[in-house]
């Protein structure tokens, strides 16, 4: 049984940062973990990907350049910056066992989300 509990959000102004914490429990095969978004009314999108023993990282054009992935031991990070109202959403991190890490759909496991709302 593998558990992710996500945390960090809130309603902060357009230009400021927060950072989300997913801490991961329970026995799980280490491919990748993600943070994916899911504003009002919008399907669910991809943010960005750390291949779990490092070495690689990707970002969605929206967030490049603004937005850090991280981990250290079992828990993710994702340090956001210079946010904008269009960032405002349920955020969600997922694990990953085997392949196509873009699709949403292919994640293991989910947390339970942390919402974020950003204002003008």
């Known amino acids: 049984q593998v558990t992710l509990v996500e945390s960090g959000g809130g309603l902060v102004q357009a230009g400021d940062s927060l950072r989300l914490s997913c801490t991961a429990s329970g026995y799980f095969e280490k491919t990748a973990v993600a943070w994916f978004r899911q504003g009002p009314g919008k399907e669910r999108e991809f943010v960005t990907v750390l291949r779990w023993n490092g070495g690689f990282t990707y970002y969605a054009d929206s967030v490049k350049g603004r937005f850090a992935i991280s981990r250290d031991e079992n828990t993710v990070y994702l340090q956001m910056n210079a946010l904008k109202p269009e960032d405002t959403a349920v955020y969600y991190c997922?694990?990953?066992?085997?392949?196509?890490?873009?699709?949403?759909?292919?994640?293991?496991?989910w947390g339970q989300g942390t919402q974020v709302t950003v204002s003008s």
């Open positions: 997922g694990l990953l066992t085997g392949s196509d890490w873009k699709q949403w759909r292919s994640y293991d496991y």
